[in-house]
T-cell receptor, first 113, second 113 residues
Framework: GQQLNQSPQSMFIQEGEDVSMNCTSS?????WLWYKQDPGEGPVLLIA?????ELTSNGRLTAQFGITRKDSFLNISASIPSDVGIYFC?????????????FGKGITLSVRP | KAGVTQTPRYLIKTRGQQVTLSCSPI?????VSWYQQTPGQGLQFLFE???????NKGNFPGRFSGRQFSNSRSEMNVSTLELGDSALYLC????????????FGPGTRLTVT
């Protein structure tokens, strides 16, 4: 089946540093999404990407939809302590009703003050 | 507008028992999706309900079932619980089936002993 690969499982950075996370797949996806999950809460959508090559920003977050449609990256600039959490990528093949999301296993980000 | 609510938040069950989890979507949302989250497998899609009909199903055994009521509230049932069913069960609501505007609840933490 379709799988999304995120590695490493954990990342540790210093406050103020930039960090980049990759998500790769052997399958093509037509939509890529990035979510963040805080402890004790459900994931929250950060950025959605709809077209190969698309580069989208949301504040200090920037994400890109890979040209091959098999990968995406998320970049966080000037990290702050509240960036701590689990970051998931998700992909979708079809659009519209009856489509479903495939999630990566997530990367746990720790930010040292 | 109230967010997605899930009850109970925590549950401890014994192997062989069954369990029912509840999800109340955001008012006006008609689609509810269920996910299982474990450290080893990440977020895995269970099923989606829209207008009281199951629209999509993941690769889980028949012990996992769900339903949706006319007020869009949804329940998920797991019968003959196994230790491996211990997980965080998340539901997500969206206005329509296939919408990317999915809002997750805080989840129900199920522990099977």
């Amino acid at each position: 089946g379709q799988q999304l690969n995120q590695s490493p499982q954990s990342m540790f950075i210093q406050e103020g540093e930039d960090v980049s996370m990759n998500c790769t797949s052997s399958s093509i996806f037509n939509t890529w999404l990035w979510y963040k999950q805080d402890p004790g809460e459900g994931p929250v959508l950060l950025i959605a990407l709809y077209k190969a090559g698309e580069l989208t920003s949301n504040g200090r977050l920037t994400a890109q939809f890979g040209i091959t449609r098999k990968d995406s990256f998320l970049n966080i600039s000037a990290s702050i302590p509240s960036d701590v959490g689990i970051y998931f990528c998700a992909g979708r093949v079809n659009t519209g009703a009856n489509s479903k999301l495939t999630f990566g296993k997530g990367i746990t980000l720790s930010v040292r003050p | 507008k109230a967010g997605v609510t899930q009850t109970p938040r925590y549950l401890i069950k014994t192997r062989g028992q069954q369990v029912t989890l509840s999800c109340s979507p955001i008012s006006g949302h008609r689609s509810v999706s269920w996910y299982q989250q474990t450290p080893g497998q990440g977020l895995q899609f269970l099923f989606e309900y829209f207008s009281e009909t199951q629209r999509n199903k993941g690769n889980f055994p028949g012990r996992f079932s769900g339903r949706q009521f006319s007020n869009s509230r949804s329940e998920m049932n797991v019968s003959t619980l196994e230790l491996g069913d211990s997980a965080l069960y998340l539901c997500a609501s969206s206005p329509t089936s296939g919408s990317l505007s999915q809002y997750f609840g805080p989840g129900t933490r199920l522990t099977v002993t």
